[in-house]
């Protein structure tokens, strides 16, 4: 396993390179990816499986007023992006795959799925709307401690699962970041959101291929994003 020295963009290319060494062992891999880049050089220098990428739900957005604190303020390569925003004027930047990488995929034959995000839709207007706090939200705080990355690769194969575009009970690779970028990889035995808690055929980790050593936590109420 590959522990990186911190979480962040920084380890996008060794993260690829990583699940790229396994990927002939596996039939998928699920990449998390909100703008498509990371799918699209995921799939460039992947070639012997299948890849899918898993994008945000429409309406999602990073709000760069609200980025003084947080990832954004924290991580380097961040920073670097929130201040090319902020120099911009942009006060607003929506979550979503850029028609040019659209393209791309579309080239290169990666589907893209975009839905509700099992641990992060209802239960993320319940805290913001309802200020209630749900046994999700403390399942998807707990899998932060490993890493950001690791609550998202798991999301990802169940949006993957539920689209129909890889089966139950399949062995995947999944690959996810701190807010851009990749840096935790994980062998993942997929399951649809509905059996993810199934005694035999439920979702299960299997192998930790890399993460940061310490990993980020973000606030519970994630004011940056909406």
């Known amino acids: 396993m590959r522990v990186f020295e911190r979480p962040g963009p920084a ?4 993260t690829i390179e990583i699940v790229r060494k396994a ?3 596996y039939r998928y891999l699920v990449v998390a990816s909100i703008t498509g880049e990371c799918a699209v050089r995921a799939a460039e220098r992947i070639r012997d499986t299948t890849i899918v990428c898993v994008t945000c739900p429409q309406g999602m957005g990073w709000e760069v007023d609200h980025m003084q604190s947080g990832p954004f303020a924290d991580i380097p390569e961040l920073q670097k992006v929130r201040d090319e925003w902020e120099e911009r004027g942009l006060s607003r930047v929506p979550m979503q795959i850029t028609p040019e990488n659209r393209l791309k995929l579309a080239a290169l034959n990666v589907p893209i799925i975009q ?7 209802p239960s993320f207007s319940m805290r913001l709307h309802l200020q209630q706090v749900t046994s999700l939200d403390i399942l998807a705080k707990t ?5 950001t990355g690791t609550l998202v690769c798991l999301e990802c194969v169940l949006m993957a699962v539920d ?3 890889i089966p ?7 690959v996810a970041g701190t807010e851009r970028g990749l840096d935790t990889a994980w062998v ?5 959101s509905a059996n993810l808690f199934h005694p035999s055929k439920g979702c299960r980790f299997v192998e930790l291929l890399a993460k940061p050593g310490i990993s980020y936590q973000p606030a519970m109420a994630i004011d940056y994003l909406r």
């Open 11 to 14: 380890n996008t290319d060794e």
């Open 23 to 25: 990927s002939s062992q």
């Open 115 to 121: 839905g509700t995000i099992p641990f992060f839709g």
């Open 143 to 147: 899998l932060e401690l490993i890493s």
């Open 163 to 165: 689209a129909g575009v």
């Open 168 to 174: 139950e009970e399949e062995p995947v690779l999944a």
């Open 188 to 192: 993942i035995k997929s399951s649809a």
